[in-house]
């Protein structure tokens, strides 16, 4: 303390709060006896004056001083002390006492700004899981710091509601903001999730948890892409996957949020998810950060736990290498930084194992892959399991842990297997069967495309040419001012005021840094030839080429399709449609309705998300058709789909008065391995040729229109 009770000065200098006080306990308490010259006793006579009693917020007697934290440095003092003549060195009334705790030192900033501080780690359990996605270190940036902190989650109940308000988002900009509840708003009523019952939300079916992971991921995307464009300061936005589950959460949009034995409604055996927050929005797997999840049954007279679910992510020893067979260990287990080790307890989640064990009910297991693209884990849903045995073990740190042996229950489709088999391909370890040719593109892309028939004996389609790109026979004509490009020489950057490719972005950049686009309601305007921007520039995603592992295979019923060996990310680019560009007033389209490889941008399809334009078949601004029969890529093996999972947008690059639009590709939601890719081939417009080309569908979805173009 640097002024002590009783002084008599009146002038003091300002107090360093950042200061570490040496402060030692008082061994007893001592009460404030003012004395007579200071007018608070009548008494003249040398007798001990009256005990007067001082709070600690005020008033004081004259003489008598307040300390730290009992005073502040900008408020006058009130009442009865307003006109006493002793200065505090503040000038300043003195408030309510605060706690000591809620004080921290002031971090010292070059612009005079106190930051958020840091929080300090806890002390780490061996095996007990990770903070909310420790494992999901997936952004749409590449710097991680400007991910949501698992602060930004809000503590929720079953029923959604949040303990706390929902705050209103704020970029960094210069005094700009972007309304995080309207733009919430917007997202449910679009897709129909602004009543959210009860019923949805305790049982879901396949539409309802296929909308709610769409807007999860449609929304986080987003607010990452606005709060990038508005330079949000690093530290205050660290992870849109909390920050999105946490604002879905307090509107009530989750379901199966009831707990329960055995497959989820509307999730299916090797499905993908990238967010552990995914998994609780869905109800496959609740906690956030356990890898254990487990509920508490009626047995008899009492009740006893019962596990539900497991994650297998690799924070434990466990032993996941056998598609059929998995080693898990037991949560728990602390080894603290000062070497002190502490056994697991049969208690919780190892209690609910051993449980299950004798039970035998079915668990879930979700596996967590380490990306080799990526930096995170993708979490796939590998079916259910039953609980063969349990032993205890010494770990490698000398901790007894408990060990569960989880036997794949036979008869579920593929998943965990799949992942395996893929990377034997990729290895060269294993044959991928059914292969006629390794590369059909003959190098052209920079990853092969092998062609594959384990159906029947044909032995591949009709013969073309593998191109690349489209090809123009002459551009379209731009109507405005001539475009000179951008002079990005670094690339083009989220924020940049004076890149006039952001402007016609509407002052964002549509893609991420890691390769996803941001939103599907607008057309993407790409870096052009007359840009100064390099090959790698973040805009100009869909000029690389083809970058996941595709193969074109024999479809039971539907001729040729095409699917991924590696996952999709939802917003992933798949590739765009290469072929001869057709044009509509010419002889060449008389007989479009005979070309199976037809690509029409004239004609309806129904949008992703609202579109400025109230004549939603407006899609793309110019007639472009192309023809993939003699000149083509991948894309013109995309079978159609009534509930497609892959998307269309016209990609524009402009160079000086000609306009180059091109069609990409992009994933709806996240795409597992081997699960073929489609898209929805549109709606002729009637004054377009109306019923004319009509097909039978054979795409077997539960909203299948029973007819394509």
């Known amino acids: 303390m640097e002024q002590g009770l009783g002084s008599d000065s009146n002038h003091h200098e300002p107090i360093d709060k950042s200061r570490v006080l040496d402060v030692k306990p008082l061994r007893c308490l001592v009460p404030v006896f003012p004395n007579s010259s200071q007018g608070m006793s009548s008494i003249s006579t040398p007798q001990p004056s009256p005990f007067v009693c001082v709070p600690p917020s005020g008033p004081f007697p004259s003489g008598v001083q307040p300390f730290y934290p009992f005073l502040s ?10 006109n006493q003549p002793a200065n505090f060195g503040f000038g300043g009334s003195i408030p309510a006492p605060v706690p000591l705790n809620s004080f921290r030192t002031p971090t010292s900033h070059a612009n005079g700004v106190t930051g958020r501080p840091k929080r300090v780690p806890k002390t ?40 706390g308000r929902p705050k209103r988002g704020r970029s960094g900009g210069p005094g700009e903001d972007f309304d995080v509840e309207l733009l919430v708003n917007g997202f449910l009523t679009l897709f129909k999730l602004k009543e959210f019952d009860d019923f949805r939300r305790t049982n879901g079916d396949k539409d309802t948890v296929g909308t709610i992971l769409l807007v999860f991921d449609m929304l986080r995307r987003r607010l990452t892409q606005l709060e990038e464009s508005k330079g949000v300061t690093a ?6 996957d909390l920050k999105t589950c946490n604002l879905l959460m307090t509107k009530g949009v989750r379901t199966n949020n009831t707990k329960r034995f055995g497959h989820v409604p509307g999730i299916e055996v090797g499905d993908i998810f990238f967010f552990r927050m995914e998994l609780c929005l869905v109800g496959l797997h609740a906690p956030s950060m356990a890898g254990i999840d487990y509920m508490s049954v009626k047995v008899t007279m009492d009740e006893e736990p019962l596990a539900v679910s497991i994650v297998s992510s690799g924070g434990y020893d466990d032993d996941g290498n056998d598609s059929d067979v998995i080693i898990y260990s037991g949560q728990g287990g602390v080894q603290r930084r000062d070497g002190q080790m502490f056994d697991q307890k049969l208690e919780r989640g190892n209690l609910a194992l051993e449980k299950s064990l004798h039970r035998a009910n079915d668990v879930r297991v979700v596996r967590g892959i380490k ?37 794949r229950v036979p008869g579920q489709a593929e998943a965990f297997s799949i992942w395996k088999s893929i990377q034997q391909w990729k290895d060269g370890t294993a044959t991928r069967p059914g292969v006629i040719i390794p590369d059909l593109t003959s190098g052209v892309e920079s990853l092969p495309v092998a062609l594959v028939n384990d159906v029947d004996g044909e032995k591949g389609p009709a013969h073309f040419t593998y191109v690349s790109a489209l090809r123009y026979s002459q551009p379209f004509s731009n109507n405005n001012k001539p475009f000179s490009g951008c002079h990005c020489l670094g690339g083009c950057q989220p924020g940049d005021a004076n890149c006039p490719c952001n402007h016609r972005n509407d002052g964002v950049l549509p893609y991420s840094s890691v390769g996803l686009l941001y939103s599907s309601k607008n057309l993407v305007h790409e870096c052009g030839p007359t840009c100064s921007c390099p090959p790698n520039c973040r805009n100009r995603l869909s000029q690389s080429g083809v970058k996941i592992r595709l193969e ?9 399709g095409l699917r991924s060996w590696d996952p999709i990310r939802a917003g992933g680019f798949i590739c765009e449609f ?16 005979d070309d199976d490889y037809i690509f029409d941008a004239t004609r309806y399809y129904e949008p992703l998300e609202l579109v400025r334009d109230s004549n939603k078949s407006k899609k793309a601004p110019f007639p472009l058709v192309v023809s993939g029969k003699n000149n083509g890529n991948v894309a013109r093996f995309m079978n159609h789909s009534c509930s497609p999972n892959v998307y269309w947008l016209p990609v524009l690059r402009e160079s000086n008065n000609d306009v180059f639009m091109h069609i990409a590709f992009f994933a709806i939601r996240h795409v597992p391995p081997m699960q073929e890719l489609t898209y929805d081939y549109g709606i002729v417009i009637p004054e377009n040729g109306g019923d004319g080309g009509k097909k039978k569908c054979l795409c077997g979805s539960d909203k299948c229109r029973g007819y394509y173009y």
């Open 73 to 82: 440095p900008n408020d006058s003092q009130n009442g009865a002390q307003q």
């Open 124 to 163: 780490r359990a061996y095996g007990s899981g990770s903070a909310a996605g420790d494992d999901d270190v997936y952004s749409d940036s590449q710097n991680q710091s400007d991910q949501y902190t698992s602060a930004d989650m809000a503590d929720t109940t079953n029923s959604g509601k949040q303990r």
């Open 235 to 240: 530290g205050i936005a660290r992870r849109p």
């Open 371 to 407: 990306d080799i693209v990526g930096n995170g884990k993708i979490y796939v849903y590998d079916g259910v399991y039953k609980i063969q045995e349990s032993w205890a073990e010494k770990n490698k740190s000398g901790c007894n842990v408990f060990k569960y042996k989880l036997v």
């Open 552 to 560: 074109v295979f024999k479809t039971k019923n539907r001729g040729w």
């Open 578 to 593: 290469a072929g001869d560009v057709v044009k509509v007033t010419d002889g060449d389209f008389v007989n479009a309705n």
